[in-house]
């Protein structure tokens, strides 16, 4: 798919998420993509029932719920989530602007870019089973993009976290049969998923194996068996069609270190007036943007992204003149809200 917008927006962590709001009320419209199938970046993803006290005059508030009232702050703007994608190519264009193409294949168009990536994108991590690559996309999968794509099949899902319970509840109703692997009888997941787990065990539904799984077996990247080693060193082979695997994840800078933009440390050095990087057009703001004194704080990438929208504006409406308001006295400000 094919889109042309404002400003793309790397990342939908919590500063991606503000940046949304600060260029809406400069009438910037924008499209955000992240790797994640949620928004919230760290928030979300490595802490989201912690505790955040130092978002300025809300005293207390959890990762998950900061993201969900970003999230409803920014729907007066109407921002575009590609969630699922990988930014992997930035170009410049010939006219003007530049095109950014994700690994699903989508491409956008915008005058201005904004990264918000934090640390990176997060990715899985991938268990060291010999020969596994042969079978990824085709058998073997570290996300779940449509759940229908598993009617029928026979599921071998590996891990012990929350995404290993969450999806084993979810899928077993749709398998044709499902296994759970995991090194131990201990979980790190919820523990009402832990016994909803146990109950579909002991309904008969699926089974739940301890050990590692040691050995893929099958044909042309289409698997017919795991093969598991218990404890005592005895094995098993499963058959299966899927094996999904969820071994947690790890944040990666990835194809955002071939983009031109000058590095410090993994890290994008910006001016501290624009927040924008060594390239006209291209922001770095939140965890990801390097300055003195930079701080990897929420605060610190609201008030980045607000900085950032007064130039985005400039090269976006390059025959417009930026008008500065509050949004606490400004009726056309208001009226963007949709509270007037
Ligand atoms: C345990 C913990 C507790 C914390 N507590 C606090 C606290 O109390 N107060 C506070 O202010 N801060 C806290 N922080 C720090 C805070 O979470 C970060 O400063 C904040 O998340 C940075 O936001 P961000 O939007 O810049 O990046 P992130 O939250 O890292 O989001 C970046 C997003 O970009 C995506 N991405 C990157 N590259 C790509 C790509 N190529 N394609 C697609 N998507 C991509 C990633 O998947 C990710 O979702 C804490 C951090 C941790 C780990």
């Known amino acids: ?30 499209h955000l993509v992240d790797i994640l199938d949620r928004p919230g970046g760290q928030c979300a993803e490595l802490y989201p029932d912690k505790p955040i006290y130092d978002i300025p005059s809300v005293p207390v508030v959890t990762g998950e719920d900061l993201v969900k009232r970003l999230v409803d702050q920014i729907k007066p703007f109407d921002p575009v989530f590609h969630l699922g994608e990988l930014v992997v190519a930035l170009e ?18 915008a005058p201005v870019v904004v990264v918000s990536a934090g640390p990176g994108s997060f990715q899985p991590k991938k268990p060291p089973i010999e020969g596994i690559d042969a079978y990824e996309g085709t058998s073997v999968f570290y996300a779940v993009r ?56 002991d309904a008969g539904k699926m089974e739940f194996i301890v050990g590692k799984i040691t050995l893929l077996k099958g ?7 795991v093969t598991v080693e218990a404890k005592d060193g005895g094995e098993r082979e499963v058959p299966c069609d899927v094996l999904l695997p969820f071994f947690g994840l790890t944040m990666k800078l990835g194809p955002i270190a071939e983009f031109g933009l000058n590095l410090n440390e993994n890290r994008i050095p910006v001016d501290t007036e624009k927040f924008e990087s060594n390239r006209r057009g291209i922001f770095a703001i939140g965890d990801i943007c390097y300055y003195p ?38 009726t056309s400000l208001q009226k963007k809200l949709g509270v007037r």
Do not use: C, Y
């Open 146 to 201: 449509k759940m229908e794509a598993f009617k029928g099949r026979r599921i071998v899902i590996a891990g012990g976290g929350d995404s290993a319970l969450d999806w084993t509840i979810n899928l077993q109703p749709l398998a044709s049969g499902l296994a759970l692997v995991h090194h131990r009888e201990g979980f790190r997941a919820a523990e009402n998923s832990v016994k909803k787990m146990q109950g579909l065990v």
């Open 1 to 30: 798919m094919n889109f042309t917008t404002d400003a793309i927006i790397i990342g939908a962590g919590p500063v991606g998420l503000f940046a949304v709001f600060e260029l809406g009320l400069v009438d910037l419209k924008a």
């Open 219 to 225: 044909q042309s990247g289409r698997l017919a068996s």
């Open 293 to 330: 004194g930079k701080l990897k704080l929420i605060l610190s990438g609201f008030h980045e992204a607000a900085l950032m929208a007064q130039e985005a504006f400039r090269i976006a409406r390059p025959d417009q003149k930026l008008k500065f308001q509050h949004t606490s006295s400004s």
């Open 92 to 109: 410049e264009l010939p006219e003007g602007g530049f095109r950014l193409t994700t690994d699903q294949g989508t491409v956008l168009t």
